[in-house]
């Protein structure tokens, strides 16, 4: 394991530098996932063998549990199948719909256990274990696992699902027309010349609503923005925490903040997959059947 | 943005490799885990509803086979009670004719008894009479022969 000291040095580059020896071997944590590996011109970095070994566990757990399923439940059934209701319930709060919950709940359960997985095994005390390449200040350690949300492509890359299966719902469920008309809204502008002679408003109304769906597209952009760095900002500010506490004090000060980091890793994969839920409801509701039943509801009182 | 994917090393492959590690997550997940699991909790609930179904018409089933059976059973009593009275009435009934003819009965073998006594009675007065008749002749007869005798004894 490699002994932290208080010299410390945080670079303009956000790298964070906990020397092994007197100077000569470092620990570099960078902004980026190192590459531990090569196939051909595709790097294997240590973000992504974390992620590799994520998905084995996870794999493992789906087998042993496919294997062990019982008509009366027992171990580790019981606890998926007390695990499973209460997010089902917790989907159900979340979309007020149960035929949605159902259809985005195994995506949503995915997105969660991937994410703390990840989360949790960037935790696990196995930094010494690792390969010692060249890096920018002369030889650097380089550990073989880092949480593989702690790699902005790995959020990046759930993100962009997230938003493109979240859009693909929402064309299955309402059409591609309304869909269309969330983000490019001719029908408003059409509107217009429907309208203009009953309510002169909608001369102004009209163009802010096309408007507002440009503004809907490019809130589709910031939900990856958003999602990617909310998650990989607070991943890795937990391991520059865990490696800052290191180099003040190492092997028990780290120890509460590991407990917090665990905390955080779950409440990070909680509001990823909570997030996806809501994109898929917003993208599965009807702007008009809402508008309509405003409509009805004003007209009503 | 060419600083942003140069600082955070943005790079298109581990981005689809790591949307590859997703994918087989969310395919292992589903086909293996989630999909049985829900399909076996789906059924178990199902199973669970017709039993509770079941046990909710059972009981009813139960009850009013109850009701019936209490039913059944006062009406069986009624009836027994009735058969009862009925048959004790006839008993009464037969057990008061039994018992005049028996008196009937009794009272003509009495009389016939009596009537025999009567008639042995008379027989045997008749028949002592007779012999008392037949002694008191030959007693007479035969005083009269000594009598005779000591006549003719004397002559």
Not at chain 1, 244 to 262: D, G, H, K, V
Not at chain 2, 19 to 30: H, M, R
Not at chain 2, 51 to 61: E, H, P, S, T, Y
Request: charged share 20%.
């Amino acid at each position: 394991m490699a002994k932290p000291t208080d010299q410390n040095d945080i670079h303009e580059r956000g790298e964070v530098i906990a020397p092994e020896t007197s100077g000569e071997l470092t620990h570099e944590l960078t902004l980026y996932a190192e590459p531990v590996a090569h196939v051909g011109n595709f790097p294997i970095t240590n973000a992504m063998v974390t992620s590799f070994a994520a998905v084995i566990i996870i794999a493992l757990i789906a087998v042993v549990l496919r294997m062990r399923l019982r008509e009366i439940p027992r171990g580790i059934q019981n606890f998926f199948e007390a695990m499973l209701e209460g997010a089902l319930n917790l989907c159900d709060q979340v979309t007020n719909n149960r035929r949605i919950s159902l259809k985005v709940f195994p995506l949503a359960l995915s997105v969660f256990l991937f994410i703390l997985v990840n989360n949790w095994l960037g935790l696990l005390p196995l930094g010494g274990i690792g390969v010692i390449e060249n890096g920018d200040h002369g030889p650097a350690f380089v550990p073989f696992l880092r949480s593989g949300t702690a790699d902005i492509n790995t959020t990046i890359a759930l993100a962009i699902m997230a938003v493109v299966a979240a859009n693909i719902f929402g064309i299955l469920s309402i059409g591609i027309w309304k869909t269309f008309n969330k983000y490019v809204n001719v029908k408003a502008l059409g509107g217009i010349f429907v309208r203009l002679q009953k309510d002169p408003t909608v001369l102004v109304v009209a163009p802010v609503t096309f408007f507002v769906g440009l503004l809907e597209l490019i809130g589709e952009f910031a939900k990856v923005a958003s999602l990617s760095f909310r998650l990989f900002g607070n991943i890795f500010a937990g391991e520059v925490l865990l490696l800052a506490m290191s180099a003040i004090f190492a092997y028990a000060l780290p120890i509460p903040f590991i407990f917090l980091e665990i905390f955080v890793g779950l409440i990070q994969a909680l509001i990823f997959s909570i997030l996806v839920l809501v994109y898929f409801t917003i993208a599965a509701s009807d702007h008009d059947e809402h508008e309509n039943h405003e409509d009805k509801k004003t007209i009503h009182v | 943005m060419e600083s942003i994917i140069s600082t955070f090393h943005i790079d298109w492959k581990i981005i689809v490799a790591q949307a590859i590690n997703f994918a087989i997550v969310f395919g292992v997940l589903y086909f293996l885990a989630l999909k049985p699991l829900q399909k076996l909790m789906e059924e178990r609930s199902e199973r669970i509803a017709r039993g509770v179904d079941d046990a909710k018409r059972n009981a009813a089933l139960l009850e009013s086979s109850e009701k019936e059976y209490q039913e059944a059973l006062t009406k069986a009593r009624a009836e027994a009670q009735a058969i009862f009275q009925e048959g004790k009435n006839e008993a009464e009934t037969k057990r008061a004719e039994i018992l005049e003819k028996t008196h009937l009965e009794v009272e003509v073998m009495i009389a016939n008894g009596k009537k025999t006594l009567e008639d042995e009675k008379v027989k045997i007065v008749e028949e002592a009479k007779n012999e008392i008749a037949t002694l008191a002749i030959e007693a007479t007869k035969k005083i009269l022969i000594a009598d005779a005798d000591q006549i003719e004894k004397i002559k």
